[in-house]
């Protein structure tokens, strides 16, 4: 499947999840990951969520982060170039929500994508081999090539499925995970 069909598939698959389902698939995921990774003393990105879009509700995996001693990095998107900057999470004052319902810091001291270590993805859908389809605006492809590579990437799923790619192209980037309600899928083996 093209990407623009499988855009338009899952964004009609979240508009239909009652807030009942994306509020049960939020804690699963945020469960596994906990599970999983071991964010403590570490650079993590992490992701807002764009509520009228039904994303995954980071902001408990967020209080968490900040339990653990992780210092949460959250992103400033620039529309004019495709570029992102990156903040440390200080708290909710900091926060905005700009023109197309994305919450950003809109102060705060900027850090460098090379002292990411771990950096949680926002997508639609992803394949076999941990190529994502987004919104198709290119910003993590972009953040994600200048991360060190010993970065580990990990996409956030509300489904769990895996999909077919058919026009993949040089500046997609793969993600090392994927954490759907159900499964972590690890694309690094």
């Known amino acids: 499947m093209l990407k623009s069909e499988i855009r338009a598939l899952f964004k009609q698959k979240r508009k239909g999840l009652s807030f009942l389902e994306l509020n049960r698939n939020s804690k699963q995921i945020t469960r596994l990951i906990l599970e999983q ?3 403590k003393n570490r650079n993590v990105s992490i992701f807002l969520p764009i509520e009228k879009h039904k994303e995954f509700d980071s902001y ?17 998107s620039n529309f004019e170039d495709g570029s992102m900057t990156l903040f440390k999470y200080e708290n909710a004052d900091q926060l905005e929500i700009n023109s197309f319902g994305i919450p950003e810091p809109k102060f705060g001291e900027t850090v460098s ?18 190529n994502r389809v987004g919104y198709g605006k290119g910003f993590y492809d972009k953040l994600l090539a200048k991360c060190n590579p010993e970065c580990i990437t990990i996409g956030i799923n509300l489904f769990n499925e895996l999909i077919e790619i058919d026009d993949l ?8 995970y994927c954490v759907t309600p159900n499964f972590i899928y690890d694309f690094k083996r």
């Open 37 to 39: 990774f071991d964010f």
């Open 60 to 76: 408990s995996l967020l209080e968490t982060l900040i339990k653990q001693s992780a210092t949460p990095i959250v992103s400033k």
């Open 113 to 130: 994508e090379s002292l990411l270590e771990f950096v949680l993805v926002p997508l639609l859908a992803i394949d076999k081999h941990g």
């Open 169 to 176: 192209n040089p500046y997609d980037v793969r993600l090392n």
